[in-house]
Protein backbone atom coordinates (compact mmCIF):
# COMPACT_ATOMS: atom_id res chain seq x y z
CA UNK A 1 0.00 0.00 0.00
CA UNK A 2 1.19 3.21 -0.89
CA UNK A 3 2.25 6.21 1.58
CA UNK A 4 -0.01 8.91 1.34
CA UNK A 5 2.06 11.25 2.07
CA UNK A 6 4.86 9.91 -0.25
CA UNK A 7 4.24 12.98 -2.82
CA UNK A 8 4.88 15.17 -0.69
CA UNK A 9 8.57 13.72 -0.63
CA UNK A 10 8.29 12.70 3.49
CA UNK A 11 6.96 9.79 4.62
CA UNK A 12 6.22 10.89 8.07
CA UNK A 13 4.32 13.70 8.87
CA UNK A 14 5.58 13.70 12.28
CA UNK A 15 9.42 14.01 11.45
CA UNK A 16 8.49 16.29 9.03
CA UNK A 17 6.76 18.91 11.04
CA UNK A 18 9.17 18.33 13.98
CA UNK A 19 12.32 19.18 12.12
CA UNK A 20 11.00 22.41 10.23
CA UNK A 21 9.32 23.71 13.77
CA UNK A 22 12.03 22.17 16.17
CA UNK A 23 14.57 24.46 15.63
CA UNK A 24 16.17 27.28 17.79
CA UNK A 25 13.90 29.91 16.52
CA UNK A 26 10.51 28.64 15.10
CA UNK A 27 8.62 28.49 17.62
CA UNK A 28 9.75 31.61 19.17
CA UNK A 29 8.91 33.43 16.78
CA UNK A 30 5.50 31.89 16.33
CA UNK A 31 4.68 32.81 19.60
CA UNK A 32 5.94 36.40 18.79
CA UNK A 33 3.53 36.70 16.33
CA UNK A 34 0.49 35.22 18.64
CA UNK A 35 -0.99 38.17 19.53
CA UNK A 36 0.36 41.01 17.00
CA UNK A 37 1.87 42.07 13.32
CA UNK A 38 5.42 42.73 13.33
CA UNK A 39 7.67 44.54 10.54
CA UNK A 40 11.32 42.76 10.95
CA UNK A 41 12.72 44.97 13.04
CA UNK A 42 10.48 45.21 16.00
CA UNK A 43 10.32 41.46 15.66
CA UNK A 44 14.50 41.01 15.68
CA UNK A 45 14.06 43.30 19.25
CA UNK A 46 11.24 40.98 20.15
CA UNK A 47 13.00 37.75 19.65
CA UNK A 48 16.66 39.75 21.00
CA UNK A 49 19.50 36.87 20.31
CA UNK A 50 18.94 35.99 16.70
CA UNK A 51 20.88 37.41 14.02
CA UNK A 52 19.20 38.99 11.41
CA UNK A 53 20.42 36.88 9.09
CA UNK A 54 18.84 33.38 11.08
CA UNK A 55 15.78 35.83 11.49
CA UNK A 56 15.76 36.04 7.74
CA UNK A 57 16.37 32.15 7.05
CA UNK A 58 13.33 31.18 9.59
CA UNK A 59 10.69 33.68 8.07
CA UNK A 60 11.18 32.34 4.91
CA UNK A 61 10.80 28.77 5.86
CA UNK A 62 7.82 29.81 8.21
CA UNK A 63 6.18 31.78 5.66
CA UNK A 64 7.03 28.78 2.64
CA UNK A 65 5.59 26.14 4.98
CA UNK A 66 2.53 27.94 5.46
CA UNK A 67 2.67 29.42 9.39
CA UNK A 68 3.21 33.03 8.80
CA UNK A 69 2.49 35.66 5.84
CA UNK A 70 4.54 38.53 4.60
CA UNK A 71 3.16 41.15 3.38
CA UNK A 72 5.25 43.72 1.07
CA UNK A 73 3.62 47.53 1.21
CA UNK A 74 4.08 49.74 -1.80
CA UNK A 75 5.75 52.66 0.05
CA UNK A 76 9.33 54.20 0.58
CA UNK A 77 11.14 52.76 1.80
CA UNK A 78 9.00 49.53 1.73
CA UNK A 79 7.36 48.29 4.52
CA UNK A 80 7.56 44.18 4.92
CA UNK A 81 5.06 43.07 7.65
CA UNK A 82 4.75 39.21 9.10
CA UNK A 83 1.36 37.52 10.68
CA UNK A 84 0.71 34.09 11.44
CA UNK A 85 -1.79 32.51 8.99
CA UNK A 86 -4.58 30.23 9.78
CA UNK A 87 -2.32 27.32 10.16
CA UNK A 88 -0.26 29.36 12.17
CA UNK A 89 -2.76 30.33 14.25
CA UNK A 90 -4.00 26.58 14.59
CA UNK A 91 -0.25 25.32 16.09
CA UNK A 92 -0.59 28.23 18.80
CA UNK A 93 -2.88 25.47 20.91
CA UNK A 94 -0.50 22.59 20.87
CA UNK A 95 2.46 25.11 21.04
CA UNK A 96 1.04 26.62 23.97
CA UNK A 97 0.63 23.10 25.64
CA UNK A 98 3.73 21.87 25.18
CA UNK A 99 5.16 25.56 26.49
CA UNK A 100 3.29 24.80 29.59
CA UNK A 101 4.47 21.27 29.45
CA UNK A 102 7.95 22.08 29.52
CA UNK A 103 7.58 24.49 31.74
CA UNK A 104 6.07 22.35 34.46
CA UNK A 105 8.60 19.18 34.15
CA UNK A 106 11.82 21.56 33.01
CA UNK A 107 13.36 20.94 37.16
CA UNK A 108 12.93 16.96 36.69
CA UNK A 109 14.19 17.04 33.14
CA UNK A 110 17.01 19.07 34.95
CA UNK A 111 17.53 16.98 37.86
CA UNK A 112 17.80 13.79 36.06
CA UNK A 113 20.42 15.08 33.78
CA UNK A 114 22.38 15.94 36.63
CA UNK A 115 21.36 12.70 38.34
CA UNK A 116 22.35 10.25 35.48
CA UNK A 117 25.78 12.15 35.11
CA UNK A 118 26.56 12.11 31.39
CA UNK A 119 27.42 15.58 30.70
CA UNK A 120 28.28 14.78 27.13
CA UNK A 121 24.86 14.73 26.28
CA UNK A 122 23.52 18.14 27.86
CA UNK A 123 25.78 20.08 25.81
Not at 5 to 32: K, M
Request: aromatic share 10%.
Amino acid sequence: MANKYAEFGHPCPIRDVLDRIGDQWSLLILESLANETYRFNALHREIGDISRQMLTVTLKRLEFDGYISRTVFAEVPTRVEYRLTALGESFLQPLRQLVEWADTHHEAICFARKTNGDSSLTG
